[in-house]
Every structure is written in C-alpha cells, then in structure tokens.
C-alpha cells in the first residue's frame, strides 16, 4: 500500500513536470527558463534549519572526519563512489549511454574484486576513464522532464521537485545497494549499513567542502539565493552531460553590456 | 624627402612591434595574473598588505565594471543615471573587498593553465586546474576572459567546476532586490553595508 502511494506521488510529480517543461522550450537549451521558487518562504525556513543543523553536528563532524590520514578518506571516498556506480549503470542504461554503463560495469567489477569492496580506484589506475556519476534526477531530466519547482528538503538540502522525485525511484527498487541492504532479507546486510553508507557519503562531502562553503557563507549577501544559483547550474550541467562550461552557459547578458 | 620616407618607414615598424609587443593570448596572460597573485599570497607582507596588493591586481586584471552590469541583469534598465553611478562605485568597494578577502585565506594556491578555446570574437575561455592539496581535491577553474581589446584583456568570469561566479551572483542580486519590492536601494545598502563589514 505504502509503495503504491510513493509510486503516485512519483508518477503525479513526473507528468506534472514532464507537463510544464512542455512549453515548446527546451529546458537544457542556453536560453532555459529559469527555475521558480514556488516555496521560497518554506524553503527559507528549512535552509534556515538545516544551515544549523550543519553549525552544531554536520560541520564538527566533517572536520573531524578531515583530520583522519588523507589515504582513510581517500579509501572511504572511493568504496562510496563504487557503491554509487550501482546508481549510475542503470541511469546509464537509460540514458542511452550503453558505452559508459559497460565502462562504468566493468569499473565495478574490478574495483569490488581487486579493489576490496572499492577501497582502492584500482579501475582509474588501469585507465578507465574518470568516473560520472548518474542518478534517476538526471535521467528524468534527459528524458525532457522539467525540473519543476526548487525544493529545500529538510537534512539533505537543496533539490527540486523532479529530483526529489528521482530520489524516491531509489527506495522504489532503483537501487540495488538499498534492495540488498534494507530489502534483501539477509544475513550479511541490514538497514544500517544503507544508512551508514549515507551519512558518509554525506560527511564525505562536507569535508570536502569546508573551505568553499566557509568561503561562500563569508563572502554572500544572500547565502541562501547563493546556495540555490550553485545547486541549479550544477545539475543543468549534469543533465547536460556536458566537460564544455561554454555549452551550458548564456552568454546573452554579456553581449547586452558589450553594447552599451 | 629621403628622412621623411626614413621616418615614416620607422613608424610603421615602430608601432607594428609595439602592438605585438603589447599584445598577449589569453592563456598567458591568465598565467601572468594568477603568478602575481601567488606572488603576493606567499609574500612575507601582512594581511593587510596583501590585501591591498590583490585589490591592485584585480583593478588592473578584472572587469570590475562589467561584472557590475552583468550582475544587475534585467534590473540595470531600470536604473536612473543617478543610480547607476552609485552602483558602479558601491559595487568596485564590494567586489574588491569580497576578491581579496577570498583569495587572501589561501597561502599559496597552486594553479595550472591547461588550454583556451575562443568562443568568439569578444572572449576565450581558459582552462586551468587549482592543484590538491591533502585537505582540498583537485579544482577545475575556467576564466572568461574579455578579449575585445587585445592589448587590454580583462577577467570576467570565474567558472569553479562548471559553476559560474558571476552568475551565482548575479542571482543572489537578483534574490535581494526582488525580496524587497523590487527596489535597488535594497541591493545598494547590502553592497555598502558588505564593504563597511
């Protein structure tokens, strides 16, 4: 019953969206909409919490995890991002890049095998190429669903309805870490391995970004608008799959004051 | 007749050689910023000090002027003269205040310039990498370079991983002016109240 409900929810979100980015407008095109903030006050309040939230236990614990020998972290980084790949192969797959999810296949095997459960980025030494991770956010994206409104989720941050959406195809059977984990009904697994892995992952960015966000948090007016603008160029990079900044970028405004 | 023709034929050389002399490709000339900057960043000067020299470089390197409108976006038709001049004013305190406090944290970044790509006549893209350090990875940054003048090229945009500068803060302008009425004032008094910080 209750997955009935989340597959609603997700299906309601989807064509809704699919919908609205319907409007003769490429969304991935240079000239894309912009992406509204329908909840700004609500989202205001939970960036207000979760930006506390970060103050009093994410941050602390970040630098704490910052202060263990850079191979530990290295190790933690590379095992998270091979239990990603289990994420990404299938949004490979569905995206229609049938090369990479074979590459990104074959990354998995290796760096599980030889690499030890992904400790070691054994595939990257042999010349695999650099590892892009995929989830159901984007693939809905490259499929032409409209981003819909910016969301600010509680904990997790900064997102947008059709990414939210996404997210929840995860817990729907999307993926195979989370089916073996808290689905799998075996001994070797259980939820707080899902979990564990998840607030890593989660330390493992903040660590990684102290000084940015340091930075950015010392240097905005609007830390919050700051926090929206970054998120939503990142994934219409993502989406876009593309190295080339220049190709997701509008340069209309500059020419406007070259002219003037 | 003969010194005039001597003359002349000098002239021409003279400012054919000046204009090569003067001119410089993008990706050198991003490589000759950043070392000036490192160049200071790992200087013995005090903070202070340092400050002030990153805020030179930035006034003689960096757009500061263009930025300013582009960060305005569609409100920059809206403004009065009067304004206008305000902003541009409030608006060079605020961003040399912001470049150098971030660039001053750092004590001595080490960045490579990879490669450009002209992306049309007014502004080639440069390509370079912030090296790793043991508690930061390895940082992808593009600069918008403003290549209309060749023996004057600017700085107008820093893209760090695909995530362009000036349109992160062209948006949070965007934010602070719409979230009171649509009013510039707003945007003015946080510029000033950021520099008096």
Known sequence: ?????????????????????ADGELELSKKSK??????????????????????????PVAKGYRVLPSPVRAGVSNALDNLSSLVTIPNNVLQGELKKAGVNTGRFVINTTIGIVGIFDVAQNLGFPEYEKED??????????????YLVLPVIGPSTVRDTAGSFINI???????????????EYLSDSDYFTSRVLAGIDFRAKNIDSLDNLEKNSMDLYASFRSLYLQDRQQKISNSKETTETMDDGDWEEIDTQ | ???????????????????????????????????????????GLTKEERIQKLKEIAKEAVDIRGIGFYSLGS??????????????????????????????????????????????????????????TNTRPEVKIEWRVYTKDPENLL??????????????????????????DGKIEALLKNLSDFSSK
């Open chain 1, 1 to 21: 019953m209750k997955k009935n409900f989340t597959i609603l929810i997700i299906t309601f979100f989807v064509f809704t969206n699919a919908f609205a980015g």
């Open chain 1, 34 to 59: 912009p992406v509204k903030d329908c909840f700004e006050p609500l989202n205001r309040v939970t960036f207000a919490v979760n930006m506390g939230l970060d103050k009093i236990i994410f941050k």
């Open chain 1, 136 to 149: 159901y956010g984007q693939t809905l994206g490259v499929m032409g669903v409209g981003p819909g409104c």
């Open chain 1, 172 to 186: 729907l059977g999307g993926d195979p870490w989370y089916n073996a984990s808290v689905n799998g009904n075996n």
């Open chain 2, 1 to 43: 007749m003969k010194k005039i023709f001597t003359f002349v034929v000098f002239l021409l050389i003279f400012f054919n050689t000046a204009n090569k002399a003067f001119s410089i490709e993008a990706d050198a000339f991003v490589q000759q910023t950043v070392s000036r900057a490192a160049k200071t960043l790992s200087s």
């Open chain 2, 75 to 132: 409100h920059r038709k809206n403004l009065t003269k009067e304004q206008l001049e305000n902003y541009k004013d409030v608006f060079e305190a605020y961003f040399l205040k912001s470049f150098s406090s971030r660039l001053a944290e750092y004590s001595n970044p080490e960045i490579e310039v990879n490669s450009q790509k002209k992306i049309n006549k007014n502004y080639t893209i440069v390509s370079s990498t912030l090296v790793a």
């Open chain 2, 155 to 180: 700085i107008r945009d820093l893209i760090i991983e695909g995530l362009s500068l000036a349109r992160t803060q062209k948006e949070e302008f965007s934010s602070i002016i719409n979230s009171n």
